[in-house]
């Protein structure tokens, strides 16, 4: 059974820091095709923060760029998402997401409905 753990989560000033975990209940290098970060504000839809490939391909939405990074650790199964240079605006729920298809047609791969499991959830809290 597929399991993904966020932890990490918590509060920060602006201008601080934070880094993300998403324990993989598998082997996540052979199980999944990406893995990625989101986040969602209560009553706001989920919206894709990084993603990485099988091979290591990343894509940032444009708000993070330059700020978070997106890493994963094969040997530990583990997502990581390394926050730097945070703003009150990064204040979100975040979630981690894995999905093992190759192809899903006509979907980004930064977009929520690219990914079949999905984490319960780390809240991030910056402060101005």
């Known amino acids: 059974q597929v399991q993904l753990v966020e932890s990490g989560g918590g509060s920060v000033q602006a201008g601080g820091s934070l880094r993300l975990s998403c324990a993989s209940s598998?082997?996540?290098?052979?199980?999944?095709?990406?893995m990625a970060w989101f986040r969602q504000a209560p009553g706001k839809e989920r919206v894709g923060v990084a993603r990485?490939?099988?091979?290591?391909?990343?894509m940032y939405a444009d708000p993070v760029k330059g700020r978070f990074t997106i890493s994963r650790d094969n040997a530990k199964n583990t997502l990581y998402l390394q926050m730097n240079s945070m703003k009150p605006e990064d204040t979100d729920m975040y979630y981690c997401?894995?999905?093992?298809?190759?192809?899903?047609?006509?979907?980004?791969?930064?977009?929520?409905?690219?990914?079949?499991?999905w984490g319960q959830g780390t809240q991030v809290t910056v402060s101005s």
């Open positions: 997401a894995a999905d093992p298809r190759a192809v899903v047609p006509g979907v980004s791969s930064l977009s929520s409905d690219r990914f079949l499991y």
């Open positions: 598998v082997d996540s290098y052979s199980r999944y095709t990406y």
């Open positions: 990485i490939s099988r091979a290591g391909s990343i």
